[in-house]
C-alpha cells in the first residue's frame, strides 16, 4: 500500500539562490536609496539652502521613520510574506526619490525622506527572512552575513555610479535614476520572490532526510546552540511581550546598537565631508575608501559567518572584539590634529566594515531565541537597535558641527570634536550588551547550556586537536 510523508526536500539550490538573489539585489537597491544623500550632502545644503545640523535632519528623519516601522514591518512581515513586503517597499521607496528629485524646498524633500525610510524599512528585513525558508541551517549564518555584507554594495552605487550621475547631469536626474531602480526592483521582486519553497511529497517508505538533508529546519529553535539546549515548540504561540521579555532579543538589539551606528555615521552622512573638508582627501579618493569599505566587508563577511556557525557560544566574543577595534581605529584618527595618511583611513574604513559585520550577529540571537513564528517580528526589533543609535549619532555630530562652526566652512578640529561625541553611545551600548549576555546566559543555564571559561574551552580545542593527531 502506498502512501505519503509530509516531510519537505530541501529547496533546490539553484532556485534557492535566485530568491534569495532577487531579494538580495532589491536591497542593494534600499541601501542606494540610504547612502543616496550622503555623497550629495553638499549639493543638498545648496539646493535647499540649509546648515550642517538641518542636512543631518533629513537623515535623521528618515533613520527615525526606518527605525520606528521596524517592529510594524515585521509583524506584517510575519503575516503575509517578503515577496509582497519588498515589493511595496520598493515602490515606495522609488516615490520617496522621485519626489526628492523634483522638489527643491525642505519641507516636501523631508516627506520624500520619510518615504524612502518607509521603503528602506522593508528590504533587509524580508531578505533575512527568506534565508532560514530556502537553506539549511548550517548555510544560514554565513548567508545572513553575506546578505548585510552585500547589500552594503549598494554604498559602491551610491558612491561611484549615482555620484558622477550627480556631478555630470545634476540632481533631478541622478535621484530620478533611483527613482526608476527602484521600480524596476519592486517587479523583480513580484515576479522572482517566493516566501518559502513549494512543499513537496513522498511515497511512503522512500529515503527520509538524513546527514546534510536533516539540518534544513527551522532556524530559532535552538540549532545553532548544542543539542543540550531546549528548542522552543513550533507551535507555541509566542506574543510581542514573550519576544520583548526574552533577554537574547536584548543581547541581538544592543549587539546591532553598539556595532552599528559608527558605521552609519560615516557612510550615511559625515563620512564624505570629513574625508574631505577634514582629512584633505579628493572627492574621488573618499569615494574609493567607501567602496573600499564596501569590499572589505566580501572578507569579513563569509569570516564571520564560518565562526559564528563554528562556536556559536562565542559570538558575542566577535561582537567585542569588533568593537575593540574599531574604536581604537577612530581613536588614532582623531586624537593627532593634523591630517592622517591614507593607510591609516584605510584602517578605519576597514574597521567601521568589520562592525558592521558584527552587527549582524545581533540577528543570530534573535533567532536562536525566538520561535520561528515571530521571527519578522524579533528581526525588527533588533533592527531597530541599531539604527537608533545611528540617528542619535548622526544628529549629534551635526550638532557639534554646528556648534563648532556656524558658518559652514568645517575644519579637522571641528570634525574631531564632533565624531568624539560617539564614546557616549559606545558606552550605552556596551552597558546593554553586557547585562543582556548576563541574562542570556542565565536563561542558557537554566535549559542546562553553561558557557565555559575561555581559558577551558581553549583547552578542550588543544586537547581535541591532540586527539586527533
Known sequence: MTGVSPFQDPAPPRLAFLVWGAGLAA????VTGRTSLGVAGLEAIDRF??????????????????AAAQVPVGIVLDRIGSRKVLAVGAVILAGGQLMLALVDTLPLALVARVLVGIGDATAFVSVLRLVPAWFAARRVPVLTQMTGIIG??????????????????GWTAAFASLAALGIFMGAVAA????????????????????????????????????PTSVPTPAREKVTMRAVLTEPGTWLGFFTHFVCLFPTNTFTLLWGVPFLT?????????????LTLSALAGVVFGPTFGELQARHPLRRSWLVLGAVVFVIAAWASVLIPDTPRPMWQLVVLVIALTASATASNIGFDFARTFVPPARL?????????GGFVASLISIFLVGLVLDVARPG???MLADF????SVQGLLWAVGLAGLFLARRATRRGMAERGVVVPPVREAIARMRAARRHEG
Open 152 to 169: 552594503s554594495t549598494g554604498q559602491i552605487v551610491s558612491a561611484v555610479p549615482f555620484l558622477a550621475a550627480l556631478l555630470t547631469f
Open 277 to 289: 573638508a577634514g582629512q584633505g582627501v579628493s572627492a574621488q579618493s573618499a569615494s574609493a575608501l
Open 376 to 384: 519578522g517580528t524579533a528581526t525588527g526589533m533588533v533592527n531597530v
Open 49 to 66: 539652502g540649509i546648515s550642517a545640523s538641518t542636512l543631518s535632519l533629513f537623515s535623521v528623519v528618515q533613520l527615525a521613520v526606518y
Open 27 to 30: 536591497y542593494i537597491v534600499a
Open 408 to 410: 559652514g566652512e568645517y
Open 416 to 419: 574631531r570634536a564632533a565624531f
Open 191 to 226: 515576479i522572482v520572490v517566493r516566501d518559502r519553497p513549494a512543499p513537496r511529497v513522498r511515497v511512503a517508505g522512500a529515503r527520509a532526510p538524513s546527514g546534510r538533508d536533516a539540518a534544513v529546519q527551522p532556524v530559532g529553535t535552538g540549532a545553532e546552540l548544542p
